[in-house]
């Protein structure tokens, strides 16, 4: 009698190990395709995006500033995408300096329409100065506590770059 209990809870543990593998098989299997899709929306929305701009900037004759800091920011974007397909990691530096580019289309903007100074320029300049003293926290960081992944567990155009 015993030696049955014991059969049966053996058999038992092992569907419950196999249906646990196999969930989380389909389930692993649903994000990866969740984010190869969300990655391909994001990156097309981006291109379209920036060519929308690109074309109205041929149409009216000329780019200001502004519209060359707003192709500089879907570069950004673009490149983000990439670096996340590659990699799953989410470059927050990138993010970062779409912030800035943004923060400094809106200084252009102020200077340009308003022609004039005051607290408003002081304050995004200050933003400004908060992030890229944030990015250089992040690159002494990184440096100074590199990723504990191994250069062989990353994919292999990472492997390239890094040799």
């Given amino acids: ?3 049955k209990i014991r059969a049966l809870n053996n058999s038992t543990g092992r569907l419950h190990r196999t249906l646990k593998e196999t969930a989380d098989t389909v389930g692993h299997f649903f994000v990866d395709g969740f984010h190869f899709l969300a990655l391909f929306a994001i990156g097309a929305a981006t291109v379209w995006s920036a060519a929308v701009s690109f074309f109205g900037m041929v149409a009216k004759g000329h780019a200001s500033l502004a519209d060359i800091l707003l192709l500089f ?10 670096i996340y397909f590659r990699t799953t990691r989410l470059p ?27 607290y408003d320029i002081l304050i995004v300049a200050g933003a400004i100065l908060m992030l890229a003293i944030a990015v250089l926290v992040l690159r002494i ?11 062989s567990d990353l994919p292999p155009a990472k492997k390239r770059s890094k040799s």
């Fill in 73 to 82: 920011i879907y570069l950004e974007l673009g490149a983000m995408v990439g």
């Fill in 92 to 118: 927050v530096r990138y993010l970062i300096y779409i912030a800035i580019t943004a923060l400094g289309r809106v200084l252009i903007e102020i200077v340009g329409a308003e022609h004039r100074t005051g």
């Fill in 1 to 3: 009698m015993q030696e």
């Fill in 141 to 151: 960081g990184s440096n100074r506590f590199p990723s504990e992944t191994p250069v």
